[in-house]
């Protein structure tokens, strides 16, 4: 198991741009106000460190799950970047396949079961972005999900 993993993760190494690389590339040009300097009559600038950038994208996407899943917004992205919504669709078909893996252990063959799909609809989150950007992903779907869930559940 720990095999296919390291395989997948170096399959996929150079697909995605993780939140560390993303601070490398932009460091030298944030900088955050810091104390006054009476002697200059301005304020010195100190760099961003990894810390504080981490924790403010963070809380950036617990504000969007928060406005997009359980405010049910439209929010539209800082910059050029789009605009993101959840949209409610209905299921194509009324049942999935379950595979049932101790059955097929002891049969050793395949067995799957067609179970009905309770809910009517299904949520979806949508991205709306500009041709630039359309392999850009957003990254915490797993949060995103995570809160639909738990709107499904109430």
């Known amino acids: 198991m720990q095999i296919l993993q390291n395989l997948f993760s170096r ?3 150079d697909k995605y741009d993780n939140t560390k690389d993303i601070y490398n590339n932009i460091r030298n040009s944030i900088t955050v106000k ?3 300097l009476k002697g200059q009559k301005k304020y010195r600038r100190n760099k961003l460190d990894y810390k504080t950038y981490y924790a403010v994208v963070s809380k950036f996407f617990k504000i969007l799950i928060r406005d997009v899943v359980t405010r049910n917004e439209l929010v539209h992205l800082p910059g050029d970047l789009g605009y993101v919504y959840l949209d409610k669709k209905e299921h194509n078909r009324a049942f999935h396949y379950r595979v049932d893996i101790n059955q097929s252990n002891k049969e050793g063959k395949l067995v799957k ?3 009905p799909i309770l809910d009517d609809y299904y949520h979806k989150l949508v991205w709306v972005r500009p041709k630039k950007y359309s392999k850009c992903k957003i990254m ?3 949060n995103f999900k995570k809160e639909i869930n738990k709107l499904k559940t109430t």
Request: positive net charge.
């Open 113 to 115: 079961y067609k179970v």
């Open 140 to 142: 915490p779907l797993s």
């Open 34 to 36: 810091g104390e006054w």
């Open 11 to 13: 399959q996929h190494k």
